[in-house]
């Protein structure tokens, strides 16, 4: 412990790379954890949605606004963090990140009304997406050599595995306390985080003077472009997407954002977000792939836990206690993967990892409407192990060609397309589990109204059972019907899950197709340490 403790507070801004091994690892070990935190919250609320509605005395529709609210502000701030680090250093950028996300928590937890949970969601959504970013441009920046290799692995982890424990541990913290200590429980880790953080991360140095040259309408085209392009991914599929009046406005209003966004990024004298490092193909072709893992990762994340809460009707524990079989696969696939990315080509892992995605989702595609932990537990635990094989060769294919000065807008960029990834595809799972819950309603009303005297017997008998105890002969044809409808409805919507989870197999096969691009940057060796300044 000494080891690591030495020399504190000494400032490394000169040589990050020649600091102290266990000094590095333990900003590591800060910075890591801070990102934790971040994408932790962003799922931690998904299985006590009805708990914290009930709580707050929201709408159906408001509710769905505690997750959006986070995952707007938080795509905002994702790319603007490698301006930040220039601008206060990394140090700062990152301590006043993780307070503000741990102040923010604390006022998510104290919300009063539906009003105030959705501002400070967005706050402490905004405050944290510093955090998400910035540990992977210091780590590439400090590490070399065997060390680096290892760093993919570790923070490839964090990435999957804090929004898939997310759920899970948050089931299990609203069923033994509340609801509101899914905000709490960041309070304590948010002080240590930020206390450590203002001590131990000393790799570069602040530029006030950046500050003065700000943007703004840089700043502000970025805001709109991304907010609604969230806005409209999130509210899409509950309005029908461009047929709402306000979701038109919002994708207008993002386009428009989009377009000034680009001008200013290419001809802005000093620009927030540089997109320069996309003049290299590897790190464009590895934020595509990241896109399609993102989509890939968050849209079944989303789909098993709806699926358990609405057609088994599990409570939030029982949710969280199917799903965390995923985040235990990606714990051992860690260690797997760390080690096959030293020996194997990237193409090879990046396609075992493709095809047993695949697979665990074509897995998924033959659900009953009785699956449960023992069903559900071996195309979970696949997919935990495949997304690892995935994660960790991408995250070495897009940042370890660049230099201190140009990695940490690199790392802004690839985490957003991630995170934009998530957004894309749960907007589209929603929308197509909408329209093949319908189409296959229709299909199964067809297929009875063929044998409809098989039906009509069973409803008569179910009728009759129920006359035993309502005397009313029509009332217990009636609850018979009703009963009958619901089970049918039931069946419709877990034939949809298997639509929707074949057709992601199917996305995930014509991925393959980027494999032959996955080539490792020509020039990953790692730059002079002054390269930064």
């Given at each position: 412990m000494t080891a690591w403790l030495k020399g504190i507070g000494q400032d490394w801004a000169h040589d990050p790379q020649?600091?102290?091994?266990?000094?590095?690892?333990?900003?590591?070990?800060?910075?890591?954890?801070?990102?934790?935190?971040?994408?932790?919250?962003?799922?931690?609320?998904?299985?006590s949605l009805r708990d914290?509605?009930?709580?707050?005395?929201?709408?159906?529709?408001?509710?769905?606004?505690?997750?959006?609210?986070?995952?707007?502000?938080?795509?905002?701030?994702?790319?603007?963090?490698?301006?930040?680090?220039?601008?206060?250093?990394?140090?700062?950028a990152f301590?006043?990140?993780a307070a503000s996300f741990t102040f923010f928590s604390l006022m998510c937890g104290l919300s009063w009304d539906m009003g105030s949970m959705i501002a400070f969601r967005a706050a402490q959504g905004f405050t944290g997406g510093t955090m998400v970013s910035l540990v992977f441009a210091t780590a590439f920046t400090i590490f070399t050599g065997k060390q680096r290799a290892m760093i993919p692995a570790i923070l490839g982890a964090v990435s999957v595995l804090a929004p898939t424990l997310g759920p899970s541990a948050g089931g299990a913290i609203t069923d033994w306390l509340d609801w509101r200590w899914l905000f709490?429980?960041?309070?304590?880790?948010?002080?240590?985080?930020?206390?450590?953080?203002?001590?131990?991360?000393?790799?570069?140095?602040?530029?006030?003077?950046?500050?003065?040259?700000?943007?703004?309408?840089?700043?502000?085209?970025?805001?709109?472009?991304?907010?609604?392009?969230?806005?409209?991914?999130?509210?899409?599929?509950?309005?029908?997407?461009?047929?709402?009046?306000?979701?038109?406005?919002?994708?207008w209003c993002s386009l428009v954002g989009f377009v000034l966004f680009l001008e200013r990024s290419f001809f802005s004298p000093n620009p927030l977000v540089k997109l320069s490092p996309f003049r290299q193909p590897t790190f464009a072709f590895a934020c595509i792939f990241n896109l399609v893992l993102g989509v890939g990762m968050y849209s079944a994340i989303y789909l098993?836990?709806?699926?358990?809460?609405?057609?088994?009707?599990?409570?939030?524990?029982?949710?969280?206690?199917?799903?965390?079989?995923?985040?235990?696969?990606?714990?051992?696939?860690?260690?797997?993967?760390a080690s096959l990315s030293q020996k194997l080509d990237a193409r090879i892992m990046i396609t075992v990892g493709l095809v047993c995605f695949a697979l665990s989702l074509w897995l998924s595609s033959n659900m009953t409407s009785d699956w449960g932990f023992w069903e559900l537990a071996p195309s979970q635990a696949l997919r935990g192990f495949a997304i690892m094989l995935c994660i960790v060769p991408s995250v070495t294919m897009a940042l370890a060609g660049f230099q201190p000065a140009e990695l940490k807008y690199a790392s802004g960029l690839?985490?957003?397309?991630?995170?934009?990834?998530?957004?894309?595809?749960?907007?589209?799972?929603?929308?197509?589990?909408?329209?093949?819950?319908?189409?296959?309603?229709?299909?199964?009303?067809?297929?009875?109204?063929?044998?409809?005297?098989?039906?009509?017997?069973?409803?008569?008998?179910?009728?009759?059972?129920?006359?035993?105890?309502?005397p009313d002969p029509h009332q217990a044809l009636l609850s018979a019907q009703g009963l009958f409808a619901r089970v049918a409805g039931?069946?419709?919507?877990?034939?949809?899950?298997?639509?929707v989870f074949r057709l992601l197999a199917w996305m995930f096969i014509a991925a393959l197709v980027m494999v032959p691009f996955c080539r490792p940057p020509a020039n990953a060796a790692p730059p002079p340490p002054d390269a930064a300044h």
């Open positions: 020649g600091m102290p091994t266990p000094r590095k690892f333990l900003i590591l070990a800060v910075m890591a954890f801070g990102q934790f935190m971040a994408l932790f919250d962003i799922q931690i609320v998904s299985a914290v509605q009930a709580g707050l005395a929201a709408g159906p529709d408001e509710i769905s606004w505690v997750q959006t609210a986070y995952l707007m502000a938080e795509l905002v701030m994702i790319p603007l963090s490698g301006y930040l680090a220039h601008a206060m250093s990394t140090r700062w301590t006043f990140s709490f429980i960041n309070v304590v880790p948010g002080i240590v985080v930020t206390l450590l953080s203002s001590q131990v991360i000393r790799v570069d140095r602040a530029n006030p003077a950046l500050f003065a040259r700000i943007d703004w309408s840089h700043l502000i085209a970025m805001a709109v472009f991304l907010a609604g392009l969230e806005y409209v991914l999130e509210e899409g599929p509950r309005h029908d997407w461009f047929g709402d009046q306000t979701i038109a406005m919002a994708g098993v836990p709806v699926y358990l809460g609405q057609v088994r009707g599990y409570d939030s524990l029982q949710i969280g206690e199917t799903v965390i079989v995923v985040g235990l696969a990606q714990m051992i696939s860690v260690v797997v993967a690839f985490n957003l397309m991630r995170n934009l990834g998530g957004a894309i595809g749960i907007a589209v799972v929603n929308t197509l589990l909408q329209d093949h819950t319908r189409i296959d309603s229709l299909r199964l009303g067809e297929a009875m109204a063929h044998g409809a005297a098989p039906i009509n017997d069973t409803i008569t008998a179910m009728a009759g059972r129920m006359g035993a105890v309502a039931r069946e419709a919507l877990t034939l949809a899950f298997n639509d």
